[in-house]
């Protein structure tokens, strides 16, 4: 089969591997689409250290049931997919108790670390097990199937966040994921919606989906702005969705006293920290990874338009051009967001 192989940092090679075998309980999927994701880029030159070549990246994504193992009894050949883009065991303590983004023997898709290398869906093929499966509903595409993984982590940032009907709340940082927490937020009752991000194009999306104003932190004061309309005491709740210093200071300096702030980005596995803020005004922290489940509550949302990918999307490619799409998001090219590659067609 054809796939997209890192095969040594800062390079892609469009190559011929042979298609991955199933086990009794696994479906083999036809790809149909595959988002490039954050921190595939991240991944792509060896900054994140989970991305170790040889490796097929891909964790976001979508296609049809090509053959299924002999235990599996939900499935059968031909049916619409798209899948979770984390393994887990079942067994843990963490999995018994429903915390499946927890497990102890997690496993990634499409990421390579000192533990395992789990090969992902840039490619014709890729095996998975059945409990990680969910059918697309009919009124999706695969191209908007794919993004349930980046929706369902923002839908479970969101449900980790302590937030009342009508509250205001400030996302920091509106790349796909800070836009999906926008669109979540508003999902849940969110009040006041504003957020914060320095690039033009991001602040003119998060406007489309759902924010009431947008800031650049660069030109104004974004927490005096915020504190100026929210009661002069601040925003009930922030959501970080980059992970570096600056963002992660920003998030808690606009939340008021007794505020929550969730932290979903982590580009930065170290940053300086307002310690004193965050306990003299009783801030409550909460970080969040990836989804727990939430799959077919997203493909709902998603469905009924409650969540809309569309206006993320750059562009939607063939796989074959995918070496020059990581160069061009590698490069910060402005106006990109969220591009999807096309290993398979019809």
């Known amino acids: 089969m054809q796939a997209m192989m890192l095969t040594d940092y800062k390079c892609l090679e469009i190559t011929e591997v042979p298609p991955p075998t199933i086990g009794d309980g696994e479906l083999l999927v036809r790809i149909r689409a595959c988002g490039i994701c954050g921190s ?13 070549p040889p490796l097929i990246m891909g964790h976001e994504a979508s296609g049809v049931v090509e053959q299924v193992g002999s235990e599996v009894t939900r499935f059968t050949g031909g049916d619409r997919v798209t899948f979770d883009s984390m393994i887990s065991c079942g067994r843990c303590s963490f999995c018994r108790k429903g915390h499946i983004n927890l497990c102890d023997s997690r496993r990634i898709l499409g990421v390579s670390c000192d533990d395992y290398r789990q090969h992902g869906a840039f490619a014709e093929f890729v095996s998975v097990p059945e409990q990680i499966v969910c059918r697309i509903p009919d009124g999706l595409t695969f191209e908007q199937a794919a993004l349930v993984e980046p929706v369902s982590v923002a839908v479970h940032a969101v449900n980790l966040s302590p937030l009342k009907l009508g509250q205001s709340a400030v996302v920091i940082g509106c ?12 999902a849940a009752g969110c009040g006041m919606l504003l957020a ?54 920003t998030a808690v300096a606009v939340v008021r006293k007794g505020g929550a702030v969730t932290l979903v980005g982590n580009i930065s596995p170290d940053i300086q920290f ?29 469905s009924r338009g409650v969540i809309d990918v569309g206006p993320l999307v750059s562009a939607v490619e063939d796989l074959s ?23 398979s067609s019809g």
């Open 40 to 52: 595939d880029i991240h991944g792509f030159d060896g900054s994140s250290g989970r991305r170790i």
């Open 175 to 186: 790349g796909t994921i800070g836009l999906l927490c926008l669109q979540s937020l508003r």
């Open 196 to 249: 914060v991000d320095p690039d033009e194009s991001r602040r003119e999306r998060a406007l489309r989906v759902g924010a009431d104003e947008a800031f650049d932190p660069r030109s104004v004061d974004v927490v005096a702005e915020v504190a100026a309309r929210a009661g002069g005491q601040g925003a009930d709740v922030a959501m970080e969705a980059v992970g570096a210093t600056d963002p992660v200071n």
């Open 274 to 302: 307002p310690l004193q803020s965050v306990v003299t005004r009783e801030i409550r922290l909460a970080g969040t990874c990836g989804s727990s489940g939430e799959y077919p509550e997203c493909l709902e949302l998603m």
């Open 321 to 343: 051009t995918g070496p020059a799409w990581f160069d061009r998001l590698y490069a910060q090219e402005p106006g990109l967001l969220k591009v999807i590659l096309c290993p």
